[in-house]
């Protein structure tokens, strides 16, 4: 059992240690977690070594106490790695080496490798895969779901044999590009997110109703950062062979991507925005609900549907937000006596990446407070308490927070009825930045405005939205005039 490891810990820190396993279970080891002192087969004298888990309930814990008082006693070897701060360590392991992964943990990782007799085994893209969307500092539900969207695109990419270039790594006879051993991977293979970013910008040979190439230059740039950053994730944890050259990889494909024509200016938002903002506010019901004869409880959901369709364009116009911050929104708040103040609301949301800023309502308000007024009694509370703002209004889904599937749907059925170019309700956010520089709003008021963390962010995406404002500006901030030289 020479592979087999035992990890010790306080009950308190499982999660940790289920991670811990199965980042060790991927470099061939068998690991048992040892958290209670009366097993009745201790595992500890006959594994190859103990991780101890050392955090503040460490100290007070008596069954790792006993694992490592028994692993000393049988001359097996002991690493204590520290997972969270305590100003005082455990008695038992007070003369080892202690090991601080706090902030750093693939750094500490790949030091506990370099001291274990790790086996060699053929760890998969699919196996990394797998650890990378499991791993802890994946937080955001939307940023998971990104990566597994571009992991699984670069699947379809190794496995399509129609593309002319192929590498040697596309090469290997596997049953799916899942299954392609880490190990593979050649320093001939150093263009293979190159390759990517070609195959994606790409006409499939065929129609194929899976392939939606070829992708927009932003799709495919948000894909290679998707890819690069896995691929750091795979050094970091050891995994990449030492022949394959990640840094000149990455520096492939960004010198050809920078290489490409940029975009000239801004996002552009769609025009007549202005139609789809307030398409609800006047929407008449379809004819089969005008019958003498249709159920009220029919009538009353496309009423409250069409309320709540138009109080959701009016806000993501109005505040900018994503759609992810306007669909978190909650009745609280939205404070009835607020409502029908002739003032601005504001209401903190949380925004990109952890960050916290304002969304602010003022025009809105008045659909919004019809749409609430609309629901009466009619208010479910989800799970944790919550009343969202957004609700379906569908029987099946009655009361659950409106999904942003569906709010896409409204924005759309908005764009095609008025016969415009699809949009998105992120377009809405572009609309009102658009709008904002164009009315001479200073560049760190539209930064607080749109959340940006940095006025770089609001620069570098809107600050050249009119470029007529700068030529104006160049006509009446005049040079000085010299001594006896006559005014025009």
């Known amino acids: 059992m020479s592979h087999s490891l035992t990890v010790t810990a306080a009950e308190q820190d499982g999660d940790f240690a289920r991670r811990l396993q199965s980042m060790l279970q991927l470099q061939g080891f068998t690991v048992h977690i040892s958290q209670h002192a009366s097993d009745n087969t201790p595992a500890v004298p006959a594994t190859a070594a103990l991780i101890v888990l050392v955090s503040p309930d460490t100290i007070n814990c008596e069954s790792v106490m006993q694992d490592c008082t028994l692993a000393r006693h049988h001359h097996v070897p002991v690493f204590p790695l520290l997972i969270r701060f305590t100003p005082q360590l455990p008695w038992y392991i007070a003369d080892l080496t202690i090991e601080d992964v ?155 991507l920078r290489t490409r024509p940029q975009r000239s200016g801004p996002p552009q938002p769609p025009e007549h925005m202005d139609e789809i903002i307030y398409y609800y506010d006047s929407l008449e019901p379809p004819r089969h609900l005008k019958k003498a004869d249709t159920d009220p409880a029919k009538i009353r959901q496309w009423e409250l549907t069409q ?95 409106m999904s942003r599937v569906v709010a896409w749907r409204v924005v759309q059925r908005a764009a095609r009825a008025l016969g415009l170019k699809k949009i998105s309700p992120h377009d809405f956010r572009h609309w009102r930045a658009t709008q904002l520089i164009n009315a001479g709003t200073p560049l760190d008021v539209v930064q607080d405005y749109l959340g940006h963390r940095s006025v770089e962010t609001t620069r570098a995406y809107y600050a050249h939205t009119d470029p007529l404002r700068v030529d104006d500006a160049a006509k009446h901030t005049r040079l000085p005039k010299q001594d006896g030289e006559s005014e025009d």
């Open 102 to 256: 706090t902030d750093d943990f693939p750094t500490g990782f790949r030091r506990l490798l370099s001291a274990l007799p790790a086996p060699q085994q053929d760890i998969t893209l699919g196996d990394a895969r797998d650890a990378y969307l499991q791993r802890a500092t994946l937080k955001s539900e939307h940023t998971i779901a990104s990566y597994r969207r571009a992991i699984e695109l670069f699947f379809d990419f190794l496995g399509d044999r129609s593309f002319p270039s192929r590498l040697p790594i596309q090469q290997a006879q596997v049953v799916t590009p899942e299954n392609l051993p880490i190990k593979k991977l050649s320093s001939d293979d150093a263009p293979i997110f190159l390759q990517f970013a070609q195959w994606m910008l790409s006409a499939p040979p065929r129609a194929h109703s899976g392939d939606h190439r070829p992708y927009k230059p932003s799709t495919v740039e948000l894909r290679i950062a998707g890819i690069i950053n896995w691929f750091q994730f795979l050094d970091d944890y050891g995994w990449l062979p030492a022949q394959f050259p990640l840094a000149k990889a990455r520096r492939i494909v960004r010198d050809e």
């Open 307 to 401: 309320l709540r369709n138009r109080a959701l364009l009016h806000s993501l116009a109005e505040t900018g937000g994503r759609i992810s911050e306007v669909l978190s929104l909650n009745l609280s708040d939205f404070p009835e006596r607020y409502l029908s103040k002739n003032d601005v609301l504001r209401v903190e949301v949380v925004g990109k990446g952890g960050h916290t800023y304002y969304l602010r309502f003022f025009d809105s308000l008045p659909a919004i407070r019809a749409y609430i007024r609309a629901r009466g009694a009619n208010l479910r509370a989800t799970s944790r308490g919550e009343v969202p703002l957004f609700v379906s209004h569908a029987p099946r889904f009655d009361g659950s927070r």
